[in-house]
DNA sequence: GCTTGTTAGTTACAAACTTAACTATCAACA
DNA sequence: TGTTGATAGTTAAGTTTGTAACTAACAAGC
């Protein structure tokens, strides 16, 4: 490819950082405006509203996020009283983190959203390409 | 769907987000480490180089970055000797930013860099899916 | 028990981004 | 000419992130 035809439009990582930024603007409105929370605060609770009681560790591991930003989230959330730390007594420098019924409900609330969110997103591209695109994603992960 | 079978591996914004970011990572190492540049000084240089000289103004538009970004930007390529900003004489509030050598040196690499970096992808991928994954990004975008 | 090394989580400082003023200039028009 | 409003770009204040230390607790070997 020659210099004078390169396009940012064509360059897939741009492609990708431009839809991320737009998609991830339409959902994050809903915990930012709702609930005050940050990306990582509503990945956080996602972990304890999906899989039960977690540590940060844990969920750093799992959401592939520093243990500062987890460290962050879990106060904030904390400040809200989404949920819970219990320092474990055969491991004291472990919390088990579980969350509390606000926080179970901002869950509740923001899974439904976001599987409203994914609906529509799937009726717009087709659900033939909506699962196509998922797969590329995959990949590129 | 029920929210035990919700999972953020599902999640179009939340698979957008983490292949932004695994690519993302790629191509900027590249421009981080031989140049010391951020993602909005890539984007600019990329403007001046591939479209000449322009405004600040004219980038931020073209490139839908926010003026306060492209105005720091613009300062630290300057510190870099990578452009080069002069008044224009019939609205003063104006500067014509333009590349100088250095800074089309950059752009040339940084070009053939994004070029090669492109091929290899669509190699990875497949030319086919390759080019169906941009037409749906574009889409999303 | 006393090192030495490791681990979970927090704190501190600097870099980067966001948003809102602010400065300087221009344009329109009375 | 002088006032009013708009525009290009910068500066400033507050927020969020990234990186590196740091604290507290544990584990293994002596």
Known sequence: MSHEDFELAGFTPYLLNQAAEAQSLVFSKIYKDRYGMLR?????LFHLGRYGEMTAKEISESAMIHKTKIS????????KRFLA??????DRRVERLTLRP?????FDYLVRAA???EDRLAA???????????????KLG
């Open 85 to 90: 730390r219990e320092v474990i007594e055969t």
């Open 40 to 44: 990582t605060e509503w990945r956080v």
């Open 72 to 79: 962050r989230a879990v106060r904030d959330l904390e400040v």
């Open 115 to 117: 599987a409203d969110y």
């Open 124 to 138: 717009r591209l087709g659900s033939g390409e909506a699962q196509l695109l998922k797969r590329l994603l995959k």
């Open 102 to 106: 606000p926080g179970k409900d901002a």
